[in-house]
């Protein structure tokens, strides 16, 4: 649609499962949510079952890394393997094809981008603030962050000042 927008969750905390979830659910509308493979432990991070669940109930479970390191001070090699493994462990909970990275800390080179590409994903997500377009890069899209402690005439303010 025209003026769609994308509900994007970084990290994969537990509370996106208790208090996002049931609220998107009740709502019927889609997010997404980008975890730390390596901190799927149920208890701060998402649990392998809370996963399965979202996944089957219009919440899409993308990679966030496996380790969560600052990509651009890693070398190609252990850029490709943090994506490889975070992805193949996602699509091995989920069942389903993982398309989607967010870069941890929205630190990414080219490398970053590279690594992403040959490992299968065909979107990828900074932190730098702007709205996302068909005529982006589609691994190199931007977000407009919200934090909880956010008002709504924040919200509102943000939004009228990123640049379209």
């Avoid at 909970?93 to 040959?118: C, H, L, V």
Wanted: net charge negative.
């Amino acid at each position: 649609p025209e003026k769609s927008i994308l509900i994007t969750f970084d990290d994969g905390y537990m509370d996106n499962y208790y208090n996002a979830y049931p609220i998107l659910k009740e709502l019927n509308m889609k997010a997404t949510i980008f975890c730390i493979t390596s901190e799927l432990d149920g208890s701060y991070y998402l649990s392998e079952d809370a996963i399965k669940e979202m996944s089957k109930n219009n919440i899409d479970i993308e990679s966030h890394t496996l380790n969560h390191p600052h990509l651009n001070s890693l070398t190609y090699d252990e850029q490709l393997k943090e994506l490889t493994e975070s992805k193949a462990k996602l699509e091995n909970i989920t069942g389903n094809k993982i398309t989607a990275i967010a870069f941890p800390f929205g630190d990414y080179n080219e490398d970053s981008i590279k690594a992403a590409k040959n490992s299968g994903y065909t979107l990828a997500f900074t932190t730098n603030k702007g709205f996302a377009s068909r005529d982006n890069n589609p691994l190199e899209l931007d977000r407009i962050y919200v934090s909880s402690y956010y008002d709504m005439d924040t919200f509102i303010s943000n939004l009228e000042k990123t640049q379209k």
